[in-house]
């Protein structure tokens, strides 16, 4: 059989040379993009698929996106087919026509590379670029993202139709950016291919170079595993027991590596032939470390569909936080306009969101807004997934909605481009250790991104910023950081915590915080590792309450607030720290909970459990006053989301009404509406789902 032959081909000098030349890079973050300007003014507008439609039509589709405000698509992340029909013809025919008409209408073009959806003469003459699943089954080729990172002939085509386009637009001036694939890891998170095995262990021969080394630190000689040929290890496929955590850890590491270095090959190309042009990827999907995957791109894209959630406000909050931490700039490349679904189908947003979550993004830091889609799809799996014009090309409310958007960003774009979001709160967010939880979930109220939206709704709740940061950003600028779930510790990370801390900050550790090195194992160190000095604490011991958890004990704080546990009850032991809180029941009643500790000039708080929503508006509500911290705007209804961001002394201030009736804000004076270009009045009503932005220019005494 064919795909036998697959599973355990020959492997040849040559094959292993070209597997080695792929992940010749994989860990070191490859081409890193530089501030140069590349991307430098707010676009708007909506992904198009021009290929998808009769020329026909482009004209009209062209007058109409002008008419709306649009100066940006993104087309042709699909369109591999058409633009090599057969190996090594190209045609871009197709494109060329329709960029030239977008651009007769002043439309600029961010071109998306096709490596998404490769042809069907390539999947069929060369099989082996397909993902293989756990089962040793390789996928179907009758949909998309099914190849393999790893593949040297898949990554061989993908760097010829990326060169190919290059050269082709090399001086095209339509263009002004490129979308490196769509979506990486959105459908393959993982493969089990023949090319990923062979990459795996050369991968992990960088790491170690030696056996002996990957065998004490993976710690194989549980369970006699001991490894004495490289060729014996192997893809963690599904065994009778449980994997080794080191591997396990060490395999999603691959899997992200595996992206960065597929992402940087297409990127080091563009810059060669495009070096003006701005570089952008998007989506955020599991087994990928964004911070590294980013470096080499000028802004990270967020896919925003706020509908996947049943009440978005906090949770697409969080997620456009995160997105904007990655690089320090962000744009939207899918935002949700209507409908949206592909077997399943998901709710209508009613009147007004479609605006308001596009103005949500802008407010955390969107430097541009691009709806999915221009016209919905008539056929394929995504027909269901309406865009600003139904099937039968008629403009109708959502048309008028989206134009409405597109007049208000004419006013408001240019004015926040390049405004940033300045927070004195940050967490710290670490992938590898949300990669511990995946393999090692311990129960099922384990949820790391949960505690990040938790955060983010407290802070939101109490009208502060709040950044989410990677554990190698400079703390310096906040003054509140938060280390949830931290449960990898290493040496460089304690001393950049313990310096925050000495220099003036607030540091909040959660539970199960520190727990074990950047092998994924425990050490004779005591926990929380490298930070007892800091915290002045030592833990002694840990219960963990099982799902639902919360009524089975509370932390009882000194001012007399209980907030209930979150998985894990922890004892620790107060070296010279002030116990804060004790647990209110169980055999567990008035031991140490929490704990806070003055070094340097700053504090240290351990806190005993895992933060769920009660304990983030807890211990921001407490630590947020005792720092003196001033809210973003003193008086608003809860159902207003108040955001602020900044640049050269100049405040731009958004209220979001989320609810459906109307809200008043007393803002104050001193504020200019960028929709009316009039002083702002000192209360202001928001219709349901409308949303105001202000300027308000800073004092002297504000800008010190």
Not at 192 to 207: G, I, M, N, P, Q
Not at 438 to 453: I, R
Not at 613 to 627: F, P, W
Request: hydrophobic letters at 40%; one cysteine or more.
């Amino acid at each position: 059989m064919v795909w036998k032959s697959l599973f355990h081909p020959p492997l040849s000098l040559a094959r292993l040379l070209a597997v080695m030349a792929a992940i010749s890079i994989l860990e070191s973050g490859g081409v890193n993009a530089q501030p140069n300007g590349r991307y430098g003014s707010f676009r708007f507008g909506v992904c198009y698929y021009p290929e998808q439609w009769l020329e026909s039509y482009w004209e009209e589709d062209a007058r109409r996106m002008q008419e709306c405000g649009v100066n940006t698509v993104r087309l042709g992340e699909f369109g591999w087919a058409l633009m090599e029909p057969r190996e090594g013809h190209y045609d871009f025919s197709l494109f060329d026509r329709a960029i030239e008409t977008l651009g007769r209408h002043g439309i600029k073009t961010i071109f998306g590379t096709p490596t998404a959806a490769p042809p069907k003469w390539l999947t069929h003459k060369y099989p082996e670029v397909l993902e293989v699943f756990e089962t040793g089954r390789p996928a179907d080729d009758q949909s998309r993202r099914q190849y393999c990172y790893n593949s040297a002939v898949y990554r061989r085509f993908s760097r010829k139709i990326v060169e190919a386009l290059a050269l082709h637009y090399r001086d095209n001036t339509n263009i002004i950016g490129w979308q490196i694939d769509n979506e990486m890891n959105n459908e393959n998170r993982e493969c089990f291919s023949e090319s990923c095995r062979t990459a795996f262990r050369a991968w992990l021969r960088r790491k170690y170079n030696s056996l002996g080394e990957l065998n004490t630190r993976w710690g194989t000689v549980v369970w006699s595993q001991s490894y004495s040929d490289w060729a014996q290890i192997n893809l963690p496929f599904r065994t009778l027991a449980y994997h080794n955590p080191g591997l396990m850890l060490d395999f999603k590491r691959f899997i992200s590596a595996s992206a960065t270095d597929y992402l940087n090959d297409q990127a080091e190309i563009l810059r060669r032939y495009r070096p003006k042009d701005f570089l952008t990827h998007n989506g955020v999907f599991k087994n990928i470390d964004y911070y590294a995957f980013s470096r080499a791109l000028d802004l990270y894209a967020l896919d925003n569909y706020p509908t996947f959630e049943d009440s978005p406000r906090y949770s697409t909050g969080a997620k456009l936080t995160l997105v904007r931490g990655f690089s320090g700039h962000m744009m939207i490349m899918e935002q949700l306009t209507g409908p949206a679904g592909q077997t399943y189908l998901l709710r209508t947003p009613r009147p007004g969101e479609m605006r308001l979550w596009a103005m949500q993004a802008v407010a955390h830091g969107a430097e541009g807004m691009l709806h999915f889609r221009w016209r919905s799809a008539r056929r394929g799996a995504e027909e269901y997934w309406y865009g600003v014009l139904d099937h039968d090309n008629v403009p109708r409310a959502r048309f008028e909605e989206f134009k409405q958007e597109g007049r208000e960003l004419q006013k408001i774009g240019p004015e926040v481009v390049g405004a940033k979001v300045v927070s004195e709160i940050a967490a710290i967010n670490d992938f590898e250790a949300e990669w511990v939880f995946d393999y090692q979930f311990l129960t099922k109220e384990v949820n790391v991104g949960a505690v990040y939206n938790a955060l983010f709704q407290a802070a939101s709740e109490q009208r502060y910023n709040i950044d989410f940061v990677s554990p190698a950003a400079d703390l310096s600028g906040y003054k509140l950081v938060f280390a949830p779930q931290m449960a990898l510790m290493d040496k460089e990370l304690a001393g950049r915590l313990q310096r925050f801390v000495e220099q003036g900050g607030t540091l909040v550790l959660s539970a199960h915080s520190a727990i074990k090195d950047r092998d994924n194992a425990f050490t004779a160190a005591t926990i929380p590792i490298g930070l007892t000095k800091v915290f002045a604490v030592e833990l002694d011991s840990v219960q963990t309450y099982q799902p639902p958890s919360a009524a089975d004990n509370a932390l009882r704080f000194d001012d007399g607030s209980e907030v209930p546990v979150h998985v894990f009850a922890e004892v620790v032991r107060p070296i010279t720290a002030r116990v804060i809180g004790q647990w209110g029941r169980d055999y567990l009643k008035d031991l140490p909970a929490a704990t806070e500790q003055p070094f340097g000039k700053g504090k240290a708080i351990y806190y005993g459990s895992l933060f769920n929503l009660d304990a983030a508006r807890y211990v921001i509500k407490r630590y947020a006053a005792e720092m003196r911290l001033k809210p973003l705007l003193a008086d608003a209804p809860n159902q207003v989301e108040v955001t602020r961001r900044s640049k050269s002394g100049t405040d731009f201030c958004f209220l979001l009404n989320h609810g459906d009736t109307p809200a008043t804000v007393n803002v104050g004076k001193g504020f200019t509406d960028l929709l009316s270009g009039e002083a702002a009045t000192a209360s202001l009503t928001l219709a349901p789902f409308d949303y105001r932005v202000l300027r308000h220019e800073q004092s002297a005494e504000e800008m010190r």
